[in-house]
């Protein structure tokens, strides 16, 4: 590490915990529904056609969205609109109207089998400001994750609504393709990217699967080798152009501390904002963190019986102090002070260390 890079990871960590210390809640994800029209292998969240927890009532969300509104200071607060599938719900369009009427703005997250260009226009109608779009691979790749032949088709047709209308919006509609890359697509990932850059994707945010829920009983870890083939792919793909000069701006997710690779596969330093800046309500009322965070450790309460903002403010102490994390191969980590656990999403408590790092694999292989 240059002593540049150190000056500029100390400014890091004092920005962090001026963030920490203030706790604005920007961004609010709410999973409207554990129901789900795929069954794809690396589900996090082991989502189902059927569900034994019933999807949340618009009205309760909308009651816990005023509250919020009268208590966060952050005005400009984004709602991410997720599941399951949010798009199996059919008043998504009521639901947008109203948090559109509380000022905030609201997304989506998608596998776009359900989008037709109606419902792509009715949600705009309703104010739906930007899309997560998610495509694993190519044809095959993509379908066989998903477990679905007309998945591919169905998410391509859907970005192509979301291009158009981010180029008559630029401002207004903003959306990204996530990919989940595992030891099945990763060989595919450069003609991926040209497909994407062909279909006018912008942004490419790339997730390594991490052992949650469905994925957990499916064995698609990369291995440290193909773990560091993934991080020079996105750091080649940050200075890609295709044999027009079109380019796509790919950076990989908030998963964990990757060292050197800082800054060069990702816009900022690693930082997991989860209870931070990043809070959430579950389909059955919980109060936690980004919907990747699934253990009942992390949940802080519940809008059946809690005021959100008053957990919010109260609350949240294993989030916003991470000393717990500094237990096992953590404790004697000289990277702690940049890493502080990795992710909230690969703990199964708040006693437990990691389930994996990140820059553990890099190191076995002299990254």
Same mark, same amino acid.
Request: aromatic share 10%; proline share 2%; glycine share 8%.
């Given at each position: 590490?240059?002593?540049?890079?150190?000056?500029?990871?100390?400014?890091?960590?004092?920005?962090?915990?001026?963030?920490?210390?203030?706790?604005?809640l920007?961004?609010?994800?709410?999973?409207?529904?554990?129901?789900?029209?795929?069954?794809?292998?690396?589900?996090?969240?082991?989502?189902?056609?059927?569900?034994?927890?019933?999807?949340?009532?618009?009205?309760?969300?909308?009651?816990?969205?005023?509250?919020?509104?009268k208590?966060?200071?952050?005005?400009?607060?984004?709602?991410?609109?997720?599941?399951?599938?949010?798009?199996?719900?059919?008043?998504?369009?009521?639901?947008?109207?109203?948090?559109?009427?509380?000022?905030?703005?609201?997304?989506?997250?998608?596998?776009?089998?359900?989008?037709?260009?109606?419902?792509?226009?009715?949600?705009?109608?309703?104010?739906?400001?930007?899309?997560?779009?998610?495509?694993?691979?190519?044809?095959?790749e993509?379908?066989?994750?998903?477990?679905?032949?007309?998945?591919?088709?169905?998410? =391509?047709?859907?970005?192509?609504?979301?291009?158009?209308?981010?180029?008559?919006?630029?401002k207004?509609?903003?959306?990204?393709?996530?990919?989940?890359?595992?030891?099945?697509?990763?060989?595919?990932?450069?003609?991926?990217?040209?497909?994407?850059?062909?279909?006018?994707?912008?942004?490419?945010?790339?997730?390594?699967?991490?052992?949650?829920?469905?994925?957990?009983?499916?064995?698609?870890?990369?291995?440290?080798?193909?773990?560091?083939?993934?991080?020079?792919?996105?750091?080649?793909?940050?200075?890609?152009?295709?044999?027009?000069?079109?380019?796509?701006?790919?950076?990989?997710?908030?998963?964990?501390?990757?060292?050197?690779?800082?800054?060069?596969?990702?816009?900022?330093?690693?930082?997991?904002?989860?209870?931070?800046?990043?809070?959430?309500?579950?389909?059955?009322?919980?109060?936690?963190?980004?919907?990747s =965070?699934?253990?009942?450790?992390?949940?802080?309460?519940?809008?059946?019986?809690?005021?959100?903002?008053?957990?919010?403010?109260?609350?949240?102490?294993?989030?916003?102090?991470?000393s717990?994390?500094?237990?096992?191969?953590?404790?004697?980590c000289?990277?702690?002070?940049?890493?502080?656990?990795?992710?909230?999403?690969?703990?199964?408590d708040?006693?437990?260390?990691?389930?994996?790092?990140?820059?553990?694999?890099?190191?076995?292989?002299?990254?």
């Open positions: 590490m240059t002593f540049k890079d150190w000056i500029r990871r100390k400014v890091f960590r004092l920005y962090r915990k001026s963030v920490t210390a203030e706790h604005e920007t961004y609010l994800f709410w999973e409207c529904t554990l129901r789900c029209n795929l069954n794809c292998l690396h589900c996090g969240s082991d989502c189902l056609k059927k569900s034994s927890v019933p999807d949340m009532p618009l009205a309760d969300f909308v009651h816990a969205l005023e509250g919020i509104r208590k966060n200071p952050f005005k400009n607060m984004t709602v991410c609109i997720t599941g399951g599938e949010p798009l199996l719900r059919g008043d998504l369009e009521r639901a947008g109207a109203a948090i559109r009427r509380l000022g905030f703005n609201w997304c989506i997250v998608s596998n776009g089998l359900l989008m037709t260009e109606s419902r792509f226009s009715s949600l705009v109608r309703s104010g739906l400001g930007g899309m997560s779009l998610s495509i694993d691979g190519l044809e095959g993509h379908n066989r994750l998903r477990n679905n032949s007309a998945s591919f088709a169905a998410v =391509v047709n859907a970005i192509d609504l979301c291009v158009a209308q981010h180029e008559k919006n630029p207004l509609f903003l959306f990204d393709v996530i990919t989940c890359v595992h030891s099945g697509n990763i060989s595919v990932l450069p003609e991926l990217r040209d497909f994407l850059i062909g279909k006018g994707v912008k942004a490419w945010r790339l997730f390594s699967i991490f052992p949650n829920g469905r994925a957990a009983k499916n064995d698609l870890a990369l291995s440290p080798s193909e773990y560091m083939k993934f991080m020079d792919f996105i750091v080649e793909t940050r200075s890609y152009r295709d044999k027009v000069g079109r380019s796509i701006h790919a950076s990989y997710s908030c998963e964990g501390y990757l060292g050197d690779y800082e800054l060069k596969v990702r816009d900022f330093f690693f930082f997991c904002r989860g209870g931070i800046n990043i809070g959430s309500i579950m389909c059955d009322g919980s109060i936690s963190a980004c919907l =965070v699934r253990s009942s450790a992390f949940v802080q309460g519940n809008i059946y019986k809690d005021d959100f903002m008053d957990v919010w403010n109260s609350r949240f102490d294993n989030m916003r102090n991470r717990w994390a500094k237990v096992g191969k953590c404790a004697v000289r990277n702690w002070k940049w890493c502080e656990g990795n992710g909230l999403h690969l703990h199964k708040d006693k437990s260390e990691c389930s994996h790092c990140n820059l553990e694999m890099l190191s076995q292989i002299g990254g």
